[in-house]
């Protein structure tokens, strides 16, 4: 028997909306110069899947393919290199327009700001991200990642120079670690897109660089003639990805935003438990959270984001293992004629929902609650491409969390 999805739609009392800025078209511009200053940048493909939403009965089905992004796999060098930019340039007094790839590695930016050691806590893809800038812009990385964490994750970010440990706590556990540790360390700073009072200008740069992605995939949605998507599913760990995408958008289409999805796993599913709740106040998970969607294990909202995320989402969606293992299936071994999009466990699992929204009438109720028909122009993320080889084999090659 398969665990249900749980969802519910968002009726929680408005806030003032203070925390919609931090994502505003301007902000989310600046971090895409910072990025396009890279010569590794190139814009990630947008994936259209014209036979997948012919079969599942909706106008169109596009996925932003982050596996392609700066040869690291995962969007998550996108926030963690846009705060080490921003936080450099505060330290200077500079503008972060200044704060371009060439002058980041010439000699005399290595006179004038030397070097700081930026700690973070990660399940992979973060930590890659911060340890590649980090290389790349002559810095120091320490990474701790929580218990469970992959050998292949590790060795991906131990090869970029980083000091990096597997701890045998869980991820929030380690990001009180890796700030304990940064307050030590001279010129120490913790990038993490987990935001708490008094620990919010990093988070929020660290959304305004996940703007890029968003930024790109609208403007590709345009080139192909598509406006505005009608739905925008997004997957969420602390929100800050969600609260970015959310807030982009909600920027874009002041007048008539899209609908926003946002999906959890249902092991560590914090935002739904909080939707739940409906009071309008954040809501924590603890325990192991254990999950294959390992970059989505995590129990405590971004306060910034889930100021964005209780004031403009439709609904939440809390996910078990299978909805992503069968999203990945799906997008792997497509529709005839759709191109492959190589998605790992954080990555598909809006593939995997939005299947179980539109083939049976199982989720009728959420298909009808949030009008995903056949007018419907649907915008999803895959996050991360095959970060975690062996459990990408089991759940493509071995039917691992089957749904039959």
Known sequence: MKEAIKWTLNRMPKSEDKQL???????????????????????????ELDGMAKYLGLAGLYVKNEAHRFGLNAFKVLGGSFAMGRYIAKEMGRDVSEMTYDYLTSEAFRR?????????????????????????????????????????????????????????????????????????TEHGVIVQDTAWDGYEEIPSWIMQGYGTMA??????LRQIGVNRPTHVFVQAGVGSLAGAVVGYFTNLF?????????????????LYQGAMAGDGKPRVVDGDLKTIMAGLACGEPNTISWDILRNHVTAFVSCPDWVSARGMRMLGVPVKGDPVVISGESGAVGMGLIAAIMETDEYKDLREAIGLDR?????MFSTEGNTDPLKFRKVLWDGEYATV
């Open 215 to 220: 930024g790109e995939s609208a403007e590709q």
């Open 21 to 47: 800025p931090v994502m505003s078209l301007s902000n989310v511009a600046k971090a895409r110069f910072f990025h396009s200053s890279f010569p590794q940048y190139s814009i990630t493909p947008l994936a």
């Open 112 to 184: 004038e700001f030397g070097q700081a050691t930026f700690f973070t806590a990660t399940d992979g893809n973060h930590g890659r991200g911060v340890a590649w800038a980090a290389n790349k812009l002559g810095q120091k990385a320490v990474v701790h990642m929580p218990k469970g964490s992959s050998q292949p994750r590790f060795d991906n970010i131990a090869k970029e120079g980083a000091q990096v440990t597997i701890e045998e706590v869980n991820y929030d556990d380690c990001v009180r670690m890796a700030a304990a540790e940064a307050a030590q």
């Open 375 to 379: 007018y419907s122009q649907v915008l």
């Open 254 to 270: 002041p007048n008539d935003p899209p609908k926003f999805i946002v999906m959890e796993a249902q092991a560590a599913d914090c």
